[in-house]
Each structure stands twice: as structure tokens, then as C-alpha cells.
């Protein structure tokens, strides 16, 4: 019998990075048209990233923070940070 190998799944696009202290903070675009005007933010301070909040690309929804950073001092500036970065992301081929 031949092994079978799982497709290894899309990657999220990467619309960049902003850093503050030790901390950089990553914004991405999850794949498949499911997920089309949602974003990802996440954090890696050394310890490996993790999830930081989950953003749509309307501006006046709220985040939906992980418990971790639910009542972070940084989540305005975080949030300001990632629509920034929202913001000037090109728009996908074909629209």
C-alpha cells in the first residue's frame, strides 16, 4: 500500500508586522473565500506566536480578543496597528 499524504493546507496571507517592545505582532489573512474580510492577529515575544484577536475589516466591529489579552493595555494600540495594516492591503486579483 502507497502512503498517503495530507495536501498541506493554504497559508494565510501576510499583510506585515508591527512591533512594540519585545513583542511583534503579526497580521494575517486567513485562506479560502470563508474567511474574506477577516483577519488574524497574532503575537510572538519570544515564546512562539499565539493568537492575539480575531478582526473583520469593518472598523467598527470590535475585536474578538483571546482570553490572554482580553484586558491587555495594548489592544487599542494593537487594533490601530492592524487596521493600519487592513487598511493598505491590495485588493485581491480580479476585484
Not at 14 to 43: M, N
Not at 72 to 95: C, K, M, S, V, Y
Request: hydrophobic share 30%; proline share 15%; net charge negative.
Amino acid at each position: 500500500m502507497g502512503e498517503h499524504e495530507e495536501p498541506e493546507p493554504p497559508e494565510a496571507i501576510y499583510l506585515g508586522d508591527v512591533q512594540r517592545g519585545p513583542a511583534v505582532f503579526t497580521v494575517l489573512e486567513p485562506p479560502g473565500d470563508a474567511s474574506a474580510g477577516r483577519y488574524l492577529v497574532e503575537c510572538d515575544d519570544g515564546a512562539g506566536p499565539g493568537l492575539v484577536c480575531r478582526l473583520t475589516a469593518d472598523p467598527g466591529a470590535p475585536p474578538d480578543w483571546s482570553d490572554t489579552w482580553r484586558r491587555d493595555p495594548w489592544r487599542d494600540w494593537i487594533e490601530a496597528h492592524a487596521r493600519d495594516l487592513i487598511a493598505d492591503r491590495e485588493p485581491p486579483p480580479g476585484t
